[in-house]
């Protein structure tokens, strides 16, 4: 019936799955940072032009945009109930992430 209690709502056991969406966010930023360091050695191979250090000065602050991100939400996750990560989050990772490959693309080209 409607005004029956029913029964009482189940506390959500996280498990393990908290501790592996910090790693996978860990893991990205270790490979974000590897991508970090390539841009550098490919922007400086042929000398520092001015478009190479435009592109690797948007390229850093691209990097630190997303480790702001991952910070963010590594020290979300270390609480008992996690929240969901926000859409804000989301499209701040994705756009930092879509913008490193435009990046990325300019310098090679």
Do not use: N, Y
Not at 41 to 62: H, P, R, V
Request: aromatic share 4%; charged share 15%; proline share 6%.
């Amino acid at each position: 019936m409607a005004g029956e209690p029913g029964p009482p709502a189940e506390t959500r056991d996280p498990g393990l799955q908290p501790e592996r969406t910090r790693l996978a966010w860990r893991r990205t930023t270790l490979s974000w940072t590897v991508v970090a360091v390539l841009a550098v050695k490919l922007a400086l191979i042929d000398g520092a032009t001015a478009a190479g250090l435009t592109g690797l000065a948007l390229a850093a602050l691209l990097w630190i945009g997303f480790l702001a991100v991952t910070h963010r939400r590594i020290r979300s996750l270390d609480t008992p109930r996690p929240q969901v990560l926000s859409a804000r989050g989301a499209l701040l990772a994705t756009g930092c992430t879509v913008a490193l490959a435009v990046c990325g693309a300019a310098l090679i080209w």
